[in-house]
């Protein structure tokens, strides 16, 4: 059926403002990934999830990042006290196995902190 | 560091012609490595991908070129087209994230 969606599309935060960033993965996709992409660079990886289990989360930046995907399926990225830095686009994308370089990428969320 | 290193940053071929992107990386590890395409506004979506015991792969006007000893890889376009402009990222990945270039913003003039 459908793609990878995330919402909001566009997300406007104040700094020190509390985000969360949502993602439905594909049904039945197993392993599900978020990245940042900053403008004019490639994506970077944050956080794996493999069902609900985080098996990795070496990319995110800080503490003030933090992803969930409690029941294996949709998954939240919330960024805390946001910073400038944080503005960029953030992707989420699912495959079916595991780390497979067979991934689908939703639309994304594009982060401005002003 | 960076692991993937591509280049050119950006190109521009009259439509018809043949971009060649290239793409480096570090890391022998790795065991497959694809080939992204972005249009703005989008995700990126997996066009093509080999693995290194493959010199060459071909899937409609999409080639990659793969040279093991060199570490290096490569997309070629076949007969491009204005539909092909958009943002190209190679990529690598072994039992871990993908690790992406920076892209190549390829523009395709009529």
């Known amino acids: 059926g459908a793609g990878v969606s995330q919402s909001p599309r566009y997300k406007v935060a104040k700094r020190g403002q509390d985000v969360a960033l949502r993602c439905d993965p594909i049904s039945g996709h197993v392993s599900l990934f978020w990245y940042q992409q900053a403008l004019g660079q490639g994506p970077e990886f944050l956080t794996y999830?493999?069902?609900?289990?985080?098996?990795?989360k070496s990319g995110l930046p800080s503490d003030r990042f933090f992803a969930e995907r409690p029941e294996g399926s949709v998954s939240t990225l919330k960024i805390q006290r946001t910073q400038q830095e944080d503005s960029a686009v953030y992707l989420c994308a699912s495959s079916f196995g595991g780390m497979s370089y067979e991934q689908y990428f939703g639309p994304g969320t594009r982060l401005t902190v002003t | 560091q960076q692991q993937v290193k591509q280049s050119p940053q950006s190109l521009i071929v009259q439509k018809g012609g043949i971009p060649i992107i290239n793409c480096a990386y570090e890391n022998t590890a790795f065991d497959y490595f694809p080939w992204y395409q972005q249009f703005p506004g989008k995700g990126p979506a997996l066009l093509i991908a080999?693995?290194?015991?493959?010199s060459e792969k071909k899937e409609g006007r999409f080639t990659i070129s793969f040279n093991k000893s060199a570490k290096q890889f490569s997309l070629h376009i076949m007969d491009s087209q204005p539909g092909d402009s958009a943002t190209y990222f190679c990529?690598?990945?072994?039992?871990?994230?993908?690790?992406f270039g920076k892209g190549t913003r390829l523009s395709v003039i009529a």
């Open positions: 999830f493999q069902n609900e289990a985080q098996l990795d």
């Open positions: 080999i693995r290194p015991d493959v």
């Open positions: 990529a690598a990945i072994r039992d871990t994230p993908l690790v």
